[in-house]
């Protein structure tokens, strides 16, 4: 079966329509009223037609940069039937996947509450320190066998009730021997081709290891210009967005499993005065001191971006 793809910034709306075909009809964002981020659904495309050098949101330009298309890949809509009443989403990922999926299981109770289908139940399967690498490593298998055998029947799910997958997808090793980061794209030795062959050993490892999964979603990195480390830094981040939306392009689907697009969460600093389709922009204060790990601040952003996203298909609709 093959899907509909297209390099388009995210539909209004989306669907479980099976084949992946997106759905007609649109769906508001829902930011809370309340919301620290600001509430623009969209921005104006900040490069039109041009090749640039410098960082912009995937979601916000037109254009390439550095020859790489700009505008987030979508794959249409994927099939998410639930099981026994139950659609199972489980996040997976380091540090910042485990802090955002907390925050945005917090307010699936508070402020989400009535804007999310009652069958959806989520779980945090998300380890600190333990990035794509690992969990396609099979020495630490562990980490699914965790997830599966302990954190999921904690939750009172089973493990075949697991229909989507919250990837928050990013390398940890981005640096040579001698320390030095990776260079950036175009180079070869880039953590751009790193990145993307490791997004294809996780989708076979996970087909192997959550065969019931349906869809899966994938997040990059946020913005990393505050960070305390080169190896963290920019445009390492907003690169690896770039080589997921390559990547979403040439997989539509791996083992029957949809593979799109989950909240782009990449946006630049504030003082830029540009935000990403979302309308979101990073303050220093939204991160914790490492500069890479998210305070309050940029975990609001995410995870409202994450269900805003989410609430474009009719799985996670009430």
Same mark, same amino acid.
């Given at each position: ?8 910034? /995210? ?28 509430? +623009? ?16 949101? &995937? ?10 298309? &700009? ?28 802090? +955002? ?40 298998? *562990? ?16 493990? +075949? ?23 950036? =794209? ?19 490892? &996970?087909?192997? *290891? ?12 946020? =913005?990393?210009?505050?960070?305390? *480390? ?79 996203? /989410? ?8």
């Amino acid at each position: 079966m093959s899907l509909a793809c297209s390099l388009l910034p /995210f539909p209004a709306g989306g669907g479980s329509g099976g084949g992946g075909t997106p759905v007609e009809t649109a769906t508001s964002p829902l930011w809370a009223t309340n919301s620290p981020v600001p509430t +623009e659904a969209a921005v104006e495309p900040t490069v039109s037609g041009a090749d640039s050098q410098v960082p912009i949101p &995937l979601d916000a330009g037109t254009g390439t940069y550095k020859g790489l298309p &700009l505008g987030l890949q979508d794959n249409g809509a994927p099939t998410v039937t639930p099981v026994d009443g139950v659609i199972g989403v489980v996040c997976i990922g380091m540090s910042n996947a485990f802090q +955002e999926c907390e925050d945005f299981i917090a307010k699936l109770g508070g402020e989400f509450a009535g804007q999310v289908n009652p069958q959806v139940k989520v779980v945090n399967c998300a380890v600190p320190g333990r990035a794509i690498e690992f969990w396609n490593n099979p020495e630490y298998d *562990k980490l699914w066998e965790k997830c599966l055998r302990q954190k999921v029947p904690q939750a009172g799910l089973r493990a +075949e009730q697991i229909r989507v997958v919250w990837h928050k997808a990013a390398d940890m090793f981005t640096t040579e021997e001698s320390g030095e980061a990776f260079p950036p =794209y175009p180079d070869p030795n880039s953590d751009y081709f790193h990145f993307y062959e490791n997004l294809t050993t996780f989708a076979a490892r &996970l087909h192997e *290891k959550m065969p019931s999964v349906q869809a899966v979603y994938v997040t990059s990195r946020s =913005y990393g210009g505050f960070a305390d *480390k080169a190896s963290r830094g920019e445009p390492h981040s907003y690169e690896e967005g770039l080589a997921l939306n390559e990547w979403l392009k040439e997989h539509p689907q791996v083992d029957g499993v949809w593979y799109g697009w989950g909240a782009y969460i990449w946006a630049p600093d504030c003082a830029s005065g540009v935000t990403n389709g979302s309308g979101v922009c990073y303050e220093r204060g939204d991160y914790q001191g490492d500069g890479i790990h998210p305070a309050q601040g940029a975990r609001d952003k995410v995870s409202r971006m994450l269900h805003e996203r /989410f609430s474009q298909f009719e799985w996670y609709q009430p």
